[in-house]
């Protein structure tokens, strides 16, 4: 059998083992939402569901990612986005670039969170969010499916909540210290990247710590052909970078059942500005490089620093507190180009047109959120959670070289009260749950100027001057609703329909920066209305025994929704259309008689439309999302093998061909060819340690990636593909 054919036959789900489950222990409750991971199925705790309910009693579609497959994957791909992606067959495949504009979860979105503090900014999404903490310090990633309010403003897509490393478990000292070596197939010089962690934890009596720091360098990429992959120089990249994280726990345990949690990080990626890009030839398949150089102005560069105080009482009056107050801050530095980008220009600055520039985010968020759940005296059977979330947000785009407003200084502030019910009857046979959330929005924008190019016509420098906007401080609110029914006949066997509704904030900043008429008065300005999706699904499950499957099919539109325009100066705005998506999902896996063998395959078809008349909006859907805003099909196999000290690993995912059609007339240039790609690893505990080698794209396959492949099909400068062979090689001790 040659290489080549092994991924057609190894099977097994990429989905993250589910048969993991949530200790209780006083010191380490569920209701702290960073508790380590057992081996008893009933007892799994979802902190991103906002109950101690476990997954089995909620009508969603919930995966875990424990940690052991989590620093599995990490190897294999190098961030916690690229684990999810990797894993999630409706997931996108990931840019491999700092920016994760487009990447999304069944067609919309996702809401990245840290222990339930959202990582979005939503007045000037940067699209960094999938970059704020490093997977080193992350216990478990939960993943809920769909529209929801569970978490707030953002879940559209659904939630990527990362769980960080829990209390220490035991008396003492403990810790775990990894270093890992990257090098592409080449062992290119510059190639060459490696991670350094470290992490001590203390526990005596009712108090611990834990403090841990993490350095990572990461090399130029290359392609299967052995070509230095392409530099945006704009949005920012992993590769050519350097990453620190500082992160910080301390705990005490107030009582047997209450226990109170400091938790800091800091994170930040920034780039070494080694390389410039050197075009490609889409004509002639011949992508987008890099050749060094000093790339002008400063390196983009993503900085998340936060710190949260959780107070959590599994016990209060019969019932589980959770109260948490939290600040964030991003500063998201992109990089800056002279041409062929006009938007920064300003003859009254310079008349030759060769002004330079770039942009950066700057964002603030202050928050707090307030859970009570318990069952009902004398009617324990039905289960009730109240509580509020409340946030505000702070966010402003400014250009760094000639400090110029891009994006006016913007406050957002949410107030949502909510409430859900969970009724077994029938001794948990039947299930019926649903709720309600309220938001209350309101957004503040002082009046401002747009950027001289905003008005710019046809190359008529007579037509630059910008457009005065009047500010305003519109609001919104919705009641949002959810409501499902489960039912179990059997242990272990379980369908379900739900239907639920999310809310989320258009791209305010997108928006306001791109106004180009005047006599605009933010307070009447629909375009920065609110977008609702609703999300209807229905599930099957079985796990018994040897088996885990499922099927989930989903249906979610949205009135007003949100779609990027890839402009071919490579700005991307926002249009607001109507916004259908269907879809399928499917998972099979199964345990083998041959003892730590599974096998099994996972599945994803997605289909979404929009409508295509900008210009005469009639809602209806007759074009097709293209790859800014839906990923393609996806079958991923694997097969695993775990017994006493070997773990290893072969995984391959073939990203399906998808082509545009519709009333806008998509450009054929953008349809999608599709390609398919294999993983694998190899980990033995060597006594003191493990050794692991990972491979990503184990047969050096030379592809371009989904985002270039399907957008801007004259733009030579971002034509990328994606890496080639890449093999890392790691230790990891814990005591």
Known sequence: MSLHSLPLVALALLVPTLAQAQTQDPIASPASGEQTLEDRDDEIVVTAARTVLPPSALPLTIDIIDKQTLD?????????????ALLTPSFSPTRQKLSGSG?????????????????????????????????????????????????GVGGTGGIVNQVTVGAPRKEGLSGRVLVQGTADTGFHDDGLGGKLGGLLQYRAGRFDATIGGVYERRGAYYDGDGRRIGINLTQGETQDSQTTNGFARLGYAVSDT??????????????????????????????????????????????????ALTFTDTDLAGGNLIAQIFFNRTHDTFGGEIAPIATFQDPALDPSGKLFDQSENRSRKLGAKFSYERALPGF????????????????????????????????????????????????????LAGGARYENVEIRIDDYRTLASTTFVNADPSTYGGVAVSGGRPSFSDLLLNGGVIVEPVKGIRAYASYAEGFTVPDIGRITRSINRPGVDLDNFLDISPIISNNREIGFEVKRGPLDASATYFWSSSDKGQLLIARPDRIVEVQRQRVEIEGLELSLRVALPVEGLRVGVGYAHLKGRYDGDSANPDGIVDTDLDGVNISPDRLNLSASYARGRLAA????????????????????????????????????????????????????????DYSSDTRLPTDNLSFFAGRGRTLTLGWDYRF
């Open 103 to 151: 990447e999304t979860l069944r067609g919309r979105s996702p809401l990245y969170a840290i222990n339930g503090i959202p990582q979005t900014t939503p007045m000037r999404d940067g699209s960094r969010d999938g970059f704020t903490i490093d997977g080193f310090f992350v216990d478990r990633v939960e993943l809920i499916y769909g529209s929801n309010a569970l978490q």
């Open 258 to 307: 209450a226990r109170l949690d400091l938790i800091a990080s800091r994170y930040e990626m920034k780039g070494d500005g080694d390389y410039i890009a050197l075009a490609g030839n889409r004509l002639t398949g011949i992508p987008t490089s890099a050749i060094r150089g000093d790339a002008p102005g400063k390196p983009a560069a993503s900085r998340t620093e936060s710190v």
């Open 72 to 84: 599995q994957q990490m190897a294999i791909a190098g961030s916690t986005t690229d684990a999810v």
């Open 380 to 431: 324990e059977d039905l289960t009730a959670t109240i509580g509020v979330d409340a946030l505000t947000d702070k966010t402003e785009q400014r250009l760094i070289a000639t400090n110029r407003v891009w994006v006016p200084p913007s406050s957002f502030r949410s107030l949502a009260p909510f409430a859900q019910a969970n009724l077994k009857l029938f001794d948990g046979m039947l299930r």
């Open 649 to 704: 690993l072969v995984q391959t995912n073939f990203y399906l061909a998808r082509s545009f059609h519709g009333k806008a007339n998509p450009d054929p240039r953008n349809n999608f060819g599709g390609y398919t790609l294999t993983d694998a690893s190899i980990r033995y505990d060597i006594g003191f340690g493990a050794l692991s080698l990972s491979a990503l794209n184990l047969f050096d396959t030379f592809y371009i």
